[in-house]
């Protein structure tokens, strides 16, 4: 979890993003810095090489994506690196699709319970 607090003091932002990923959750649990349970920091971006995933020497670059996640995910190809790891549902502008699907999900969940609630108080 050092990468966490390490990148983290920058990217406090994505680091909570990341926490909600099944990455972050696996870590969380007690499998720090084994990849195979959750990937930490490093294991995308790169220990001292980061560059920003413009840069077709980045590891996050269109041309070494794939290759990066096949480190750990060895089917992974082009649909499979679409994940987005950082997402977040509250940013409309970035993520429109993520957004309306937590609007949705939100919605129905408030709905079924004030229908059952209310059936329950009128029973």
Same mark, same amino acid.
């Given at each position: 979890?050092?990468s966490d607090a390490r990148c983290g003091k920058c990217h406090e932002d994505?680091?909570?993003?990341?926490?909600?990923?099944?990455?972050?959750?696996?870590?969380? *649990?007690?499998?720090?810095?084994?990849?195979s349970a959750g990937a930490v920091c490093y294991d995308c971006h790169g220990?001292?090489?980061?560059? $920003?995933?413009?840069?077709?020497?980045?590891?996050?670059?269109?041309?070494? *994506?794939?290759?990066?996640?096949?480190?750990?995910?060895?089917?992974?190809?082009?649909?499979?690196?679409?994940?987005?790891?950082?997402?977040?549902?509250?940013?409309?502008?970035?993520? $429109?699709?993520?957004?309306l699907g937590l609007l949705a999900i939100t919605s129905l969940l408030i709905?079924?319970?004030?229908?059952?609630?209310?059936?329950? *108080?009128?029973?």
């Amino acid at each position: 979890m050092a990468s966490d607090a390490r990148c983290g003091k920058c990217h406090e932002d994505r680091l909570e993003h990341y926490r909600d990923t099944y990455h972050g959750k696996a870590m969380a *649990i007690g499998k720090p810095n084994v990849a195979s349970a959750g990937a930490v920091c490093y294991d995308c971006h790169g220990h001292h090489e980061v560059l $920003p995933q413009a840069n077709p020497e980045s590891r996050l670059s269109k041309e070494k *994506i794939v290759a990066t996640c096949q480190q750990c995910h060895k089917g992974a190809n082009t649909q499979f690196v679409q994940y987005r790891p950082h997402a977040n549902p509250l940013d409309r502008e970035n993520y $429109p699709v993520l957004k309306l699907g937590l609007l949705a999900i939100t919605s129905l969940l408030i709905s079924v319970f004030t229908f059952f609630g209310l059936h329950t *108080i009128v029973w």
